[in-house]
């Protein structure tokens, strides 16, 4: 039995929660002074108004999404024990899809660990917290990685603007062990290093491994346009598969740095040109000089962060891709992506289509994709299937 205050769902709002969504919303609960007093992250259990059990969940007063479910057994002992189970199982998986130990290994609550985000750089993980659910948890969350894993160094990464919705400010150090030589990641024949701390996000994107993989296998000959390159894992995979020649376009010349020093390492600076620029600027001034590449990759950061944003973020994405059309030359690929979780696929092909046929291009749409299988998506939450990648080629 537990002693944790039990959390009561408004009458008739338990068949959401009965189908298997592991959020419960504010709106759906009876709460008092007393509940809107706990701490945020406080573990609870979730009751209906007739009292029936739910599960165990961690809950945040002052978050839309006040409660997520971490087990949907009643009273469950939330400890070092209950992570470990998670991780194992999740490492069966991804050692199942890949064989080499780089890959995300836990996805939030597709791998039933709502909010909490663990990369892995084989003996290095970097670590999101996206709740205050999660940062409770951390010792017992911690304690799991280094008895499973054992790795040299485990960084925290909590700088996500996310984290405002829950109140929490950011949190980056490394909180296991010492990174005295930066991780690799071994990407389409390149091995880039990986900087956790200063890097992007947790210093990679592995979300987008196997969209660039397909890119890549239509690159032999190719010259390419990577915008929003960051280090440069799509042009200088290419140029290895045998791109004649790549142009990386980045805001940051710390990651272009990096994409320099691979490309130095592999002997490839003679076909690679790095531009630091904002790059939707860059291919609006592109445009009128006639530069043309078989293929044009456009990977920006999310143009929706939130519902508000959708209608200014669309447009955003239209005119990305009227930009980057007129660059594309007859018989070649242009990829767009969104990793913004609030515009839908369907809204986002939209977009796409129309900023190619402002831009006077015949297209057909030849694939259309998400994240990596180690991005799972809990199948009662689809919309947090935030990854679209659309490929055309263009007439």
């Not at 998670?86 to 780089?102: G, V």
């Not at 609550?109 to 951390?138: H, K, M, W, Y």
């Not at 947790?202 to 190719?222: C, E, H, P, V």
Request: proline share 6%; net charge neutral.
């Amino acid at each position: 039995m537990t002693s944790r205050p039990k959390l009561r769902l408004h009458p008739k709002h338990g068949a959401r929660i009965k189908g298997g969504s592991p959020w419960v919303y504010s709106n759906e609960l009876t709460m008092d002074r007393a509940w809107k007093a706990l701490t945020p992250g406080s573990l609870v259990e979730i009751v209906d108004d007739k009292g029936e059990e739910f599960g165990t969940a961690y809950f945040n007063p002052h978050s839309l999404i006040a409660a997520r479910i971490l087990s949907t057994k009643p009273g469950t002992k939330i400890g070092t024990g209950f992570f470990s189970d998670r991780f194992e199982r999740a490492r069966q998986l991804r050692d199942m899809l890949y064989a080499a130990p780089y890959y995300r290994l836990i996805h939030a609550e597709a791998d039933f660990c709502p909010g909490l985000v663990v990369d892995r750089f084989n003996d290095v993980l970097v670590v999101q917290s996206g709740t205050a659910g999660v940062d409770a948890l951390e010792p017992h969350w911690l304690d799991a990685l280094q008895s499973a894993f054992n790795p040299r160094a485990i960084v925290i990464k909590n700088n996500a603007p996310a984290r405002s919705y829950e109140g929490l400010k950011e949190d980056v150090r490394v909180a296991h062990g010492e990174i005295a030589s930066l991780p690799y990641v071994e990407d389409a024949g390149i091995r880039h290093h990986v900087d956790p701390i200063l890097g992007q996000k947790t210093g990679w994107f592995y979300d987008q491994r196997d969209n660039r993989a397909f890119l890549i296998s239509l690159a032999k000959d190719a010259s390419l346009l990577d915008a929003f390159s960051y280090t440069g894992a799509l042009a200088l995979g290419a140029l290895k598969a045998g791109a004649k020649s790549a142009v990386l376009l980045d805001t940051s010349q710390a990651a272009l740095d990096g994409a320099t020093q691979t490309a130095r390492e592999y002997k490839m600076l003679d076909r690679v040109e790095f531009r630091k620029c904002d790059a939707l600027l860059e291919l609006e001034e592109m445009a009128p000089t006639g530069e043309r590449y078989d293929i044009v990759s456009c990977d920006p950061p999310p143009f929706v962060r939130s519902r508000k944003d959708l209608e200014s973020g669309a447009r955003g994405y239209r005119k990305l891709a009227r930009l980057a059309a007129p660059l594309v030359a007859n018989g070649g690929f242009l990829s767009l992506a969104s990793c913004s979780h609030a515009i839908d696929a369907v809204r986002f092909q939209n977009e796409c289509a129309a900023g190619i046929a402002r831009a006077g291009r015949g297209a057909k749409l030849i694939r259309a994709s998400g994240a990596a299988p180690d991005h799972p998506v809990h199948p009662m939450l689809p919309e947090t299937a935030y990854l679209k990648s659309l490929v055309y080629q263009l007439d």
